[in-house]
DNA sequence: TTGTATGCGTTATCAC
DNA sequence: GTGATAACGCATACAA
């Protein structure tokens, strides 16, 4: 990397100590009071009197006081903090729903402590683990495309951390969940295909150990049972999840004796993009000749020219709804948990790479 | 929301106690030993028995012992965890960024506590109080659009915290920077173009309170300089960096009587889609008629018709960097600090929408 | 309304 | 090598 970024530095100095933080015991010292009086004011209590408690939060800002959450946080026991695991930080989908999770969390005074597994089991293993020890009051995870046991996610839950799966989540542990409606979806959008006059539609399926892309499988099963259309074993490739293998993979549809005359890209825009890439290398017209739809509504879609129909998942709105859940959880607060799932109905965008009619 | 997204509640009961977590004390207890010696064995000391040592493992591991960082953090006074405050997590700069603090600051057992001032100076203080408030040992900050003053900042060095600013960053304060060569990488852009050809280069700028778009401004007009073209009022437009934003400077600029025959959309790419689209509309052959040239690489400039000409900020590889400047810093602790500045160059990334030759 | 005393869970510093 | 003890900074039950 040294080659392509040239870096260069520049040096000056400057003296910088490693102040000792002023506590409430400072406060107190210098007002001729307790701690604890200090403690409460600073905790807006009721029980102290309002005139002193004016004068110590002056104080307190005098002396540049910060609270020291993590002393405050072990006495409480609490740390208003949550946990977000996910493959990747910066895949759009995810990095929207962190960005909903953390709008509504910020409003109640919660903290994000993020983590990325890198869609490696170990790595996950390790995240979970850390924000375990962190004290979280909540984990949020979306799990790696590699995890294939859950013990670390059973073990949040022994703990007696509070537990939100959502988009890509094991179905057999008794969680909260938040997840799209997939297979809903991914029908609706064959459907769609076929309502456009596609006969041979081909599907590029994602890894299926994920119950995502199994129910986008099932999803496009059933529009073509509902159609009495045939399944064509030669037209569904499997594991065809970035641009790459998408492109891949339509090369080889295309080069069948039997051409499909639309793919289905269920498991990302990317893959739909490098569909449509190798659909424009070649001079094949799109929509007339092939159909493409994608999923997840990336920003780009819209603007590949054709633009590509894809499925928008409500990717800020699900990470609103993710902290919803657990306020709401919270709030009903017995020693007795009612998990719940919640679906969220992905909406179907028709663009022009579908619009033959 | 509600009416856009579906949604169904599916509801089942479950019973969750909050279990009370094993201690060191729990595991002392169960061997008859004091929690010292556990604490010992668990932070792998070698003033301890390697046979208790390893039964002390076994146990902790049968109790499902994890560690309470809050209360280790609070006794070494060192949390080994960065706050990282940028103005949209949902920004493919900046989560790229992130993900390269992420790896890593992984690598050596940090965690990362993310926030967002979503471009609010307001809420920029907040996010940096509550970091001061987690006991944070380093903040890494790009500032907001909106910020216009530094006394958060400068907070964070009176409390002693490491202060790293990244791409947009405040001059005047005496922090670790990790920043781009905006200028130098502008002025090749602008070269770029007018070595195509482009005679009339108009320049999209962004809010000139900050210092990456006034650099980039720098940039434009020592290239106009350079070549010895006039600098043209009129074709300079002001808080044009979003595709809206560009798309309405474009409209306003192709309706000059005299006409620019090239745009420069210092602000980012978003803006340049902008131009691109009211160019597609309004049927002006880019790059024949209108050259035109984004800011910062996001993904889809490759895949416009034409692609777009660009400028690559290695986004990932800054995040690496900011990283490794604060460990690097940390080696050398005195209690003398060595500030330092990196700049990274950015690459222009030419593509069709300025290749006319 | 205020002060006293204690504990949250861990680690560091002493002794032994 | 191990144990006792204090301390990190704060919040709270209880006493006054």
Known sequence: MQSIAQIYFIIFTNIMKRKKRTTIYDIAEKLNITASSVSRALNDSSHVNETTKKLIIKTAAELNYKRNTLASNLRKGQTKTIGVVVPRINQNFFSNVIAGIEETTYQKGYNLIICQSNESHEKEIKCVNT???????????SISVDT?????????LDQGIQLIQFDRVADELETMKVINDNEQASFEAVCHLIEQGYKKIALLE?????????????????????????????FIIENAWTKELGAAATRKLLSLPDL??????????FSALGVLE???????????KLGICGYSNEAFTEITSPSITTIDQFSMYMGKTIANLYFQEMENNDTVVIPKIISIKPKLIVRSSTSRV
Do not use: E, W
């Not at 020890?133 to 995870?141: A, E, G, L, P």
């Not at 294939?148 to 949040?156: A, G, R, S, T, W």
């Open 148 to 156: 294939y046991d859950f013990k670390h996610l059973q073990n949040v």
């Open 260 to 269: 499909p005359d639309a793919i289905f890209a269920s498991t990302s825009d």
């Open 206 to 234: 994602g890894p299926q150990n994920l119950d995502v892309f199994r129910q986008r499988k099932i999803g496009y099963l059933n529009a073509l049972k509902k159609y009495d259309m045939p399944i064509i074993d030669s």
């Open 278 to 288: 190798v659909a424009n290398d070649l001079s094949i017209n799109v929509p007339a």
């Open 131 to 141: 924000l375990i020890n962190q004290h979280v009051d909540c984990i949020v995870i």
